[in-house]
C-alpha cells in the first residue's frame, strides 16, 4: 500500500498495489469502502516517485542473514551465517571514546541499542542507489545492504530491491566468490583511519572546537571493481554554529585510499591522467581540451569534472527528497566513472 498526502490541501490517498491479497488491507476496504484505489490509479508522475520501503527491506534482510542457508546441517550448525555491514558514522574521535549508536531514521527499524566505541562503528543502513546489474542493458533504481560473514569484515553478498515499476518490489542476492576477498564496508573504514595523512589531520579537526562526521560510505560497480565514496564533514561544537560543512571526499579503490576537498580532487589523487593509479599527491587542474584528438573520447580532466558535477547533484537531490533526480544523477555517474577507468586501462 502506498500513501499519499497532498502537501498543499492535506488531501490522503490510498493506493493498494493488488500483488498480493493482503488480509488486514481487505478488512479495511470493508469497513472504509471507496477509501483505497487501485495501484493503477496512481499518477504516473508519482509513479515515478515510489520507493521500496526501507523498515520492511531490513526487517527482511535481518531474518535472510541466517535463513539463507538451506542446507540444514549448515543452518543447526550455524557454519554460514551472514551479519549486516558495519561502518564508521558520524563522530569517529579517539578509538576508546564510548558513544551512544543513536538511530539515524526514524522509519528504520533499529537493533538494540549498544554502547560501542566509535571505531566499533555500527550496521549500514539500507542505501538507494543506480546500479547496471549482472546481464541487464540499463541502470535500475534500487535499494541496497551489503553482507558480511559473521564477525568477519569482507564482503560476500548484496540484497537488493527493485523499485522502479514494472519490476518493483523484487529481491535479488549477489553473492561474491568465497574465495575472492572483497573488502567489506568496515574494511574500508579501517583503510581511511589507518592512512597516515588522513588519520593525522582527522585527529587534528577532532581538537580544534570541531568534531568530523563521518557520512555514510557510498559503494558504486565499476566494470569488475567496486569504488567506495564516504564525505567527510566538520560541525562545530558550539550548537548555535554546529552547521555541517562538507570539507573532504574520501575514495576507496581495490584496498587503497585517498582524498581531496572534492570528488573532483579525489579522483585525480587515486587515477591521476595516463595511470592505473597515483598516491595520494594533489594533481592540480589542467586546461587541456575536452576530447583526445586520436580516440574521439571524453578527456581524463573533463571526465572527472563530470564526475563531480553527478555527485553533487546526487547529494543535493537526495537531502530534497527528490529520489527521481537522485536515481538519474547517480546512473549519470555510474556512467561517467566506467567511462574514467576505460581511459586509464
Not at 549486516?84 to 551512544?100: C, F, S
Not at 568477519?152 to 515499476?165: F, I, V
Not at 529481491?171 to 581511511?192: S, T
Request: with cysteine; proline share 8%.
Amino acid at each position: 500500500m502506498k500513501v499519499i498526502v497532498d502537501a498543499y490541501d492535506g488531501t490522503v490517498n490510498f493506493y493498494i498495489m493488488e500483488r498480493e491479497q493482503d488480509p488486514i488491507a481487505e478488512c479495511y476496504r470493508k469497513i472504509f469502502p471507496g477509501l483505497f484505489k487501485p495501484f493503477q490509479e496512481m499518477p504516473d508522475t508519482l509513479k515515478a516517485h515510489i520507493r521500496y520501503p526501507m523498515a520492511m527491506f531490513l526487517i527482511q534482510a535481518r531474518v535472510y542473514q541466517d535463513y539463507h542457508m538451506k542446507d540444514p546441517v549448515t543452518f543447526y550448525a550455524g557454519e554460514d551465517k551472514w551479519e549486516i555491514g558495519m561502518e564508521l558514522y558520524d563522530n569517529t574521535d579517539a578509538q576508546t571514546q564510548q558513544v551512544p549508536q543513536q538511530p539515524r531514521s526514524p522509519f528504520v527499524p533499529q537493533q538494540q541499542t549498544v554502547q560501542r566505541s566509535a571505531a566499533e562503528g555500527q550496521p549500514v543502513e539500507p542505501y538507494y542507489v543506480v546500479i547496471r546489474l549482472p546481464g541487464e542493458d540499463k541502470p535500475q533504481f534500487m535499494l541496497m545492504l551489503p553482507f558480511t560473514p559473521l564477525n568477519k569484515p569482507n564482503l560476500t553478498a548484496w540484497l537488493a530491491a527493485r523499485c522502479d515499476l514494472p519490476q518493483y518490489g523484487q529481491i535479488l542476492v549477489y553473492r561474491f566468490p568465497k574465495g575472492k576477498q572483497i573488502a567489506g564496508p568496515m574494511q574500508v573504514e579501517n583503510f581511511i583511519s589507518q592512512e597516515p595523512n588522513i588519520s593525522q589531520q582527522i585527529s587534528l579537526w577532532n581538537t580544534q572546537g570541531s568534531r568530523v562526521l563521518r557520512g555514510n560510505l557510498l559503494i558504486l560497480p565499476m566494470n569488475n571493481s567496486l569504488l567506495y565514496v564516504e564525505p567527510i564533514y566538520i560541525q562545530s561544537e558550539d550548537e548555535k554554529t554546529a552547521i555541517p560543512e562538507l570539507r573532504r571526499v574520501v575514495i576507496g579503490y581495490e584496498n587503497e585510499v585517498v582524498w581531496g576537498a572534492s570528488l573532483d580532487e579525489a579522483l585525480r589523487n587515486m587515477f591521476g591522467p595516463g595511470t592505473r593509479r597515483q598516491t595520494a599527491a594533489t594533481i592540480a587542474t589542467t586546461n587541456e581540451t575536452t576530447t583526445d584528438p586520436n580516440t574521439g573520447q571524453t578527456a581524463f580532466p573533463e571526465l572527472v569534472k563530470q564526475a563531480n558535477r553527478y555527485f553533487n547533484q546526487a547529494q543535493d537531490a537526495q537531502r530534497a527528497g527528490d529520489w527521481t533526480e537522485y536515481g538519474r544523477s547517480l546512473q549519470l555517474l555510474e556512467e561517467t566513472l566506467q567511462q574514467l577507468e576505460e581511459t586509464i586501462e
